[in-house]
């Protein structure tokens, strides 16, 4: 079973779902998370760990919108993605599509935590990988 962020939602927040321009927003001032109504139950999973890091992180000045979505997106990423079960998907298929439906995550969650490997993970996943990297 995947990792469920529904635990995860912070003491004294709540989760509302509405129709929305955006995937999830995160008011802190009410604390609340938003969720776009009509996200996908792997859509939805993916943008509510990410409004729960935003709720655990606090607000943050507009300048600093790019490399707070940055820091979020790669933990967000690193919570739902063991890279244990990165390497078992990525063997299965090194389709980003593909990999991300094994790791019931979407597409752009799983390029977060790519971008975010350290050098040590990049190197457990290539000698975990080894059979795709060899030349026929």
């Known amino acids: 079973m995947a990792y469920d962020p529904w635990g995860e939602v912070p003491a004294g927040w709540s989760v509302d779902l509405a129709a929305m321009p955006v995937r999830g927003m995160c008011r802190w001032s009410r604390k609340a998370i938003l969720l776009d109504i009509r996200l996908s139950g792997v859509e939805e999973r993916c943008t ?8 655990e992180r606090g607000p943050f000045p507009r300048w600093a919108t790019a490399r707070e979505e940055a820091a979020v997106n790669a933990e967000a ?23 991300a439906e094994e790791l019931d995550v979407d597409p752009p969650m799983l390029e977060a935590l790519l971008r975010d490997l350290t050098e040590a993970e990049v190197e457990a996943l290539r000698r975990r990988l080894g059979h795709h990297l060899e030349s026929p």
Not at 48 to 55: P, R
Request: hydrophobic share 60%.
């Open 48 to 55: 509510l760990m990410h409004e729960i890091v935003h709720a």
């Open 77 to 99: 990423a690193r919570r739902l993605i063991p890279l244990d079960a990165l390497g078992e998907a990525l063997a299965w298929s090194l389709h980003p599509a593909v990999a």
